[in-house]
Nanobody, 122 residues
Framework: VQLVESGGGLVQDGASLRLSCAAS????????MGWFRQALGKEREFVAT????????YYEDSVKGRFTISRDNVENTVSLQMNSLKSEDTAVYYC????????????????WGQGTLVTVSS
């Protein structure tokens, strides 16, 4: 099983970034997918999740209206479009796959990527 994130980088306040996560080694369409982040010195935090069929999404309050999660069950990828970035969005972003219902609870996710660093300078 592999989840490989890409797309992180250093941007200025107000900019946009698109993170991608390529999945392999499991039946992607049967898994809910999520994005989490962890800032330096802080606990891991839920960002967004999407159901297996992409019919439902759920976001952490601070990113609602700015971030959009999407998935492609043919290409086995999940993406996170991040607009209007703020310095408080600076973190390592992880994608994760969970066999159950889409959830904000990290304990429901089985597979995790290595993370990609997003740095937003003010």
């Amino acid at each position: 099983v592999q989840l490989v994130e890409s797309g992180g980088g250093l941007v200025q306040d107000g900019a946009s970034l698109r993170l991608s996560c390529a999945a392999s080694g499991f039946t992607f369409r049967l898994y809910a997918m999520g994005w989490f982040r962890q800032a330096l010195g802080k606990e891991r935090e839920f960002v967004a999740t999407i159901s297996r069929s992409a019919s439902a999404t759920y976001y952490e309050d601070s990113v609602k209206g700015r971030f959009t999660i999407s998935r492609d069950n043919v290409e086995n990828t999940v993406s996170l479009q991040m607009n209007s970035l703020k310095s408080e969005d600076t973190a390592v972003y992880y994608c994760a796959a969970g066999a159950g219902y889409y959830s904000s609870d990290y304990r429901t996710y089985t597979y995790w990527g290595q993370g990609t660093l997003v740095t937003v300078s003010s």
